[in-house]
């Protein structure tokens, strides 16, 4: 089939959005269909840059369409619907509501993706209209928790058949054949210590204050934070030296194409969120959330250390992470000292992680977003 992804997404960039975007895109061209992505902006970007920024092994078509910010991607929805036409496309797949909306109105085929419960003075109101027309159309949430979310704050009912829960998936191939956590270290030049690792944005409710804190409770463990802009990284490094706090190292932003080395150089992998997790685009994300670093971290093989957020159960369990209670300091502290100094017990979680991990590959996820398409498109015709 030839679906065209039509993304908001600035392309190249080191927002999670963009790392998503691309990894779906590339599961879908291995999984043998046609994929066409349409983004905003002016100049292309080449594909070995791209390829290096996201970690990808399988190339495929991106167009770059031209917008005005003032028009809040309005010109940029016309734009590429135009294109998306003129390509023929079997499939519009999507997570801008508008995309789905106008696409679905003019009758094309859409499979739209939430992260998010719908928000704003037009969010509510385009998702019920993209689910009142009658064209063949899918929604993937990425957790039952947002499923039910939507459903109950918009006081929808959206049919079983219309529905896929999809939640993040990562690249296995890419985390096969790791080496140890010493050797990585080696690799990196980083000191042989035992260490406890952070990855991905600083944004509010990710734990950084948290991490701060243990890393001045526990000064006989080391802690890596990879992430974060370079006026984040600049300021947290400017605290930790005024705290007299010398076992962190800040590596700022790596490549996907070399997360892996430096998730692997971890004996212990850590997502300590708040209660409240602000996304990029603004709102809290704690109780829906499907964060792509569970996934690596899981790929990794390492002993995974999570606040206990409900949504995460969904992927997580007892026996492949340990769960604790967010913001919570001193029971973080205890938990931390205890496993490193206990090796079996973070050889039984990394293990079981990352057999676990095994499910949830992005080609199974986008080859199960897929499954039944042609049935549902003929129940769709009939009716």
């Known amino acids: 089939m030839k679906i065209a992804y039509v993304a908001a997404a600035q392309i190249p960039s080191t927002r999670a959005n963009s790392i998503q975007v691309m990894k779906v895109c590339q599961a879908l061209k291995q999984n043998g269909q046609e994929i066409r992505l349409y983004v905003p902006g002016r100049l292309p970007t080449r594909w070995d840059v791209l390829k290096q920024q996201y970690g990808l092994s399988t190339s495929f078509d991106i167009e770059w369409i031209s917008n005005w910010r003032i028009l809040k991607y309005l010109d940029f929805t016309f734009k590429s619907l135009q294109a998306v036409r003129q390509w023929r496309a079997d499939i519009v797949y999507t997570r801008m509501l508008q995309v789905a909306r106008s696409a679905a109105l003019s009758g094309l085929p859409v499979i739209l993706e939430l992260h998010n419960v719908p928000s704003g003075r037009f969010g509510p109101s385009r998702l019920r209209d993209f689910l009142c027309t009658p064209v063949h159309k899918r929604v993937v949430f990425i957790t039952r928790s947002l499923r039910q979310l939507v459903e109950e704050q918009l006081e929808l009912e959206i049919p079983d058949e219309e529905v896929i829960i999809g939640p993040d998936g990562v690249d296995l191939e890419r985390y096969e054949n790791l080496p140890s956590p010493g050797d ?7 000191p042989e210590r035992v260490t406890a690792l952070y990855s991905g944005s600083f944004y509010q409710g990710r734990g950084m204050q948290t991490l701060y804190d243990l890393a001045a409770a526990l000064p006989n463990l080391q802690f890596v934070w990879v992430g974060g802009t370079s006026d984040e990284v600049k300021g947290w490094k400017q605290k930790l030296a005024a705290g007299g706090i010398n076992n962190v190292i800040l590596t700022g ?16 992998l850590l997502m300590p969120y708040s209660l409240i997790v602000a996304a990029s685009s603004g709102g809290n994300i704690a109780g829906v959330t499907s964060p792509m670093k569970l996934f690596e971290y899981m790929a990794c093989g390492r002993a995974i250390v999570t606040s206990d957020l409900p949504v995460l159960h969904e992927v997580l369990n007892e026996a492949n992470a340990i769960f604790l209670p967010p913001d919570d300091l001193e029971t973080w502290k205890m938990t931390l000292q205890s496993l490193s100094e206990d090796e079996p017990r973070r050889q039984r979680l990394a293990g079981q992680a990352l057999a676990d991990a095994q499910q949830f590959s992005w080609r199974s996820r986008m080859q199960q977003i897929l499954d039944g398409w042609t049935t549902l498109q003929q129940k769709v015709s009939d009716d």
């Open 253 to 268: 932003f790596v490549s996907n194409g070399k997360l892996p080395r430096y998730q692997a150089a971890a004996e212990m």
């Open 184 to 190: 990585a270290r080696r690799e990196l030049g980083f």
